[in-house]
């Protein structure tokens, strides 16, 4: 089970900075974002994040860096379900749907193929875990 985590724009932003980093100061957060805001209101973001136990800083040389404290899976699950709920009244499939009909996606056969083989994986799962092929669980699949 995934905590649900809920952050502002901003607060998504830093933590894709961070991510991407791995760890970062503020310099190099406020370079990265669009729009930047202050140092100061930038600090108190990073203070938010680190109150919701998103970030921790440590200090090397005269600035602090910020890490996550989250592994990055967790929080893409969380903000993919918020994704899902918001858009698609939590359809996987109606998200996915989306994303084919869209003519500007290139999807390769290799994807193509590794989207079957995660599809069989959750059938096989649900032939395990349920005793009917017709369960509300095999809705989330179709």
């Given at each position: ?95 996915v749907s ?43 699949i179709s």
């Open positions: 089970m995934t905590i649900p985590i809920r952050l502002s724009r901003r607060e998504h932003e830093i933590m894709e900075i961070v991510f991407a980093l791995g760890k970062a100061t503020l310099t190099d957060i406020q370079s990265r974002m669009d729009n930047a805001p202050t140092r100061a209101a930038l600090r108190s973001l990073l203070t938010i994040l680190e109150s919701k136990g998103h970030l921790a800083h440590g200090k090397e040389g005269r600035e602090f860096t910020y890490h996550a404290t989250l592994e990055r899976g967790g929080v893409g699950r969380s903000a993919l379900r918020r994704v899902l709920d918001v858009f698609f009244d939590g359809s996987l499939k109606d998200a989306a994303h084919f009909s869209d003519p500007d996606e290139k999807i390769s056969a290799r994807e193509i193929a590794e989207l079957e083989a995660l599809l069989e994986a959750a059938r096989s799962k649900q032939g395990r875990s349920t005793p009917s092929r017709t369960s509300s669980a095999s809705k989330k």
